[in-house]
């Protein structure tokens, strides 16, 4: 039998990592303090359906309504086989529809046939039609006294206020890694299966809370180890990226060494891109208050990483898009120089008009059309409290220039020469719309023929425009989405 059948839970005490949701349903039934109605929501795989299944059985149990139901009565053990009569599991997900409904309807009119109630288990409840719910509203506000329902749901937000309000509502939450961990670890010395510690404690950590999922993916790590839980193979079936490689990236990060990142991307490339990022945010977080990284840079990665999701849509490839970040993260480590600093403890800092000069010399050098474009057509207002105020006046071919560059390669550098800037604030233009620059020709870009996949081109440069040409980075061609378009 599979490892999550076998250890379903019988009773109360069974399920894990759910104390309060318990304590409340067995105060409540030793109180004879009993809802019409209970909705449970949780992850999947967090001890839903198994909590009503069990609440089911301590109001049907021979022995009394009790938090402890016996396991040996007729109804236990009906309940048990899923065969008891007067306990009804409806999949609302398969089972959605108005006349579904309706049978419930019918049904509840005629009293138990063998228990104490008539109890309906609706597993997956917000997948019901809105007739549905409304059909079945009226039952769930007065029903007759020997019926009771129990919802389960993944996504509480899709049930309609008017359901919510008539029934009682407990959450489930995600299991933390260090009530799994030591569960699992008991459940495999039961079974007799050899394991490394920190093997258990990642298939914890790849089951992100759910007791089900970690449940399956241990057992596909026994069967691929030999009947052993080893780490490495944890790695490998799961796709979690080693703990060890991610501490050596952010140590290359914030180190400043742009070869070694570029030389790490390929390895981090190999995993699922949300888990790297996971890893990644994870590993940031256990560093905040040390020395080794400062809240200011923090601030940074974090912004870094957020804009870079928005890389996504233009190129989805992970090579690229850990490329984008890792490279920029080199850039926002960078301490400041001891000329500033000193210029900073004497007051001598450059203006926030100055600073948006040094941007537009700065766009300039790197492309001279890009730079022109944006000397003319925005207009510095101020700076202050981390929010940049400009006038935007731009004509069409200069718009739509700025808006493909302006994640990419404006804000990178808005971000490097400002500092972290938490708004940009854009006002209406007042003035006539000045004269578009003449265009940059071909020959004057190196006469290269024109890219049969323009986005892509962009891509190309734009790391071009950031990073420099040291380290080529090769980026698969891909079929070219819509253009990003700036908030």
Known sequence: MVLSLKYRPKKFEDVVGQRVVIETLTNGLERGKVANCYLFSGIRGSGKTSTARILAKALQCEAGISPNPCLTCSNCRLAEEGNHPD????????????????????????????GRFKIFILDEVHMLTPEAFNALLKLIEEPPPFIKFIMATTEP??????????AFHLHFRPVPEEELTPYLMELLKREGIEFEEEGVRLVAKAGRGSVRDSLTILEQVVQYGGGKVVADKVVEV????????????????????KGEVVRQIPQLARYDLESVVAALGEELQARLGSDTLQLTVAHRFFTIIGDGWKILKLNPDPKFFLSYILLRMVEASKPLQIEELIAELEGEIESPARLFDRL?????????????????SIKFISFHNGVLKWESC???????????????VIKPLIDQIFGPVSKIEVVRCTEKKPPSPPPVKEGERGGKEAN???????????IR????????????PKRPPQNIEKE
């Open 87 to 114: 306990i009804i599991e409806l999949d609302a997900a398969s089972r959605r529809r108005i006349e579904d409904i309706r049978e419930i309807i019918e049904q509840s009119k005629y009293p138990p046939s063998i």
């Open 157 to 166: 937000t899709k049930i309609p206020d008017t359901i919510l309000s008539r």
């Open 238 to 257: 799961v796709g979690i990226v080693p703990p060890s490689l991610i501490s050596q990236v952010v140590e290359s990060v914030l180190a400043g060494k």
């Open 360 to 376: 537009v010399e700065e766009l300039k050098s790197r492309d001279e059309e890009l730079g022109v474009c944006f000397e003319t």
């Open 394 to 408: 731009p004509e069409e071919r200069c718009k739509k220039l700025l808006r493909r560059y302006f994640a990419l």
């Open 452 to 462: 049969q996949f323009p986005q892509l081109e962009e891509v190309t440069k734009a």
């Open 465 to 476: 425009l950031n990073f420099g040409t040291q380290t080529p980075i090769e980026i698969e």
